[in-house]
């Protein structure tokens, strides 16, 4: 359990790193973000982008339902920077699961229960508490992430339209081959090719949360079991003590 605690803390930064292209750049509030008076400022930062949607008269530059983008990115900055918000957060709940799991791994260590050869009720309740915040918190995160999967999987064409847009490797290409200067006809192949984000990430993270909780239950599983098992054993050991006092 401390080994998979420690590798949901660590493999975080990934989960944040695959979406992280995925974003408008918002110096203010959202509300003055995504409106008129700040369509300067997010134009001039993310020209490229915005200049892509307004040019670009290529077939095939569509949405996943196969809708033509509006010439406008306006009518998509809100759209994106909600979902880099919700991306954001779901990374904060998987890394304070990892930091949960930690400490309470931490605690069962406190009352031995990895090498304690004779179960008492402490270790019953401390194995059942851990249990209830794996199990509560796990669930939470995983409607979360499962609903910003969901998000992802409905508009993974425009969210990576614009990781491509916000990677410098990707986006003068993207860009020139796209919208053309002079009128040409562009094309959209190697834009559409350059999409690298897709729901693998979320998949492997929901098994683990899933595998997280499962194991949790088998930990309390076993202490109940243990309990059980060490009654007699647990008898003795009170007459002992009892005839010592």
């Not at 292209?21 to 300067?40: C, F, K, P, R, S």
């Not at 796990?138 to 999967?149: A, K, R």
């Not at 190697?190 to 897709?198: A, E, K, Q, R, W």
């Not at 979320?202 to 499962?214: C, K, P, R, S, T």
Request: charged share 15%; with cysteine; hydrophobic share 45%.
């Amino acid at each position: 359990m401390l080994c998979i605690a420690g590798f949901i803390i660590i493999s975080a930064l990934p989960f944040k790193t695959q979406y992280s292209n995925i974003y408008v750049n918002v110096a203010t509030t959202i509300e003055e973000a995504v409106g008129d008076t700040q369509n300067g400022s997010l134009q001039t930062d993310q020209a490229q982008l915005f200049n892509l949607f307004e040019r670009t008269t290529a077939s095939g530059f569509v949405d996943n339902n196969g809708a033509e983008f509006k010439h406008d990115f306006n009518e998509y900055k809100k759209q994106v920077y909600d979902f880099q918000k919700d991306l954001n957060n779901v990374n904060d709940l998987i890394l304070w699961y990892g930091i949960l799991a930690l400490i309470g791994v931490a605690v069962l260590y406190i009352f031995s229960n990895n090498t304690r050869k004779v179960y008492y009720k402490s270790n019953v309740i401390s194995s059942a508490v851990f249990t209830l915040f794996m199990i509560v918190f796990g669930v939470v995160t995983l409607i979360n992430s499962i609903s910003v999967m969901s998000n992802f999987t409905a508009n993974s064409n425009l969210y990576n339209i614009v990781s491509v847009m916000q990677n410098p490797s990707y986006a003068n290409t993207a860009y020139q081959l796209a919208a053309p200067e002079g009128g040409a006809a562009g094309s959209v192949e190697y834009l559409y090719s350059s999409f690298d984000c897709n729901v693998a990430t979320f998949i492997l993270y929901d098994v683990i949360l899933v595998a997280v909780m499962v194991y949790s239950v088998f930990l309390f599983i076993l202490s109940i079991t243990k309990y059980n098992a060490t009654a007699e054993r647990r008898k003795e050991l009170e007459k002992v003590v009892a005839l010592n006092d």
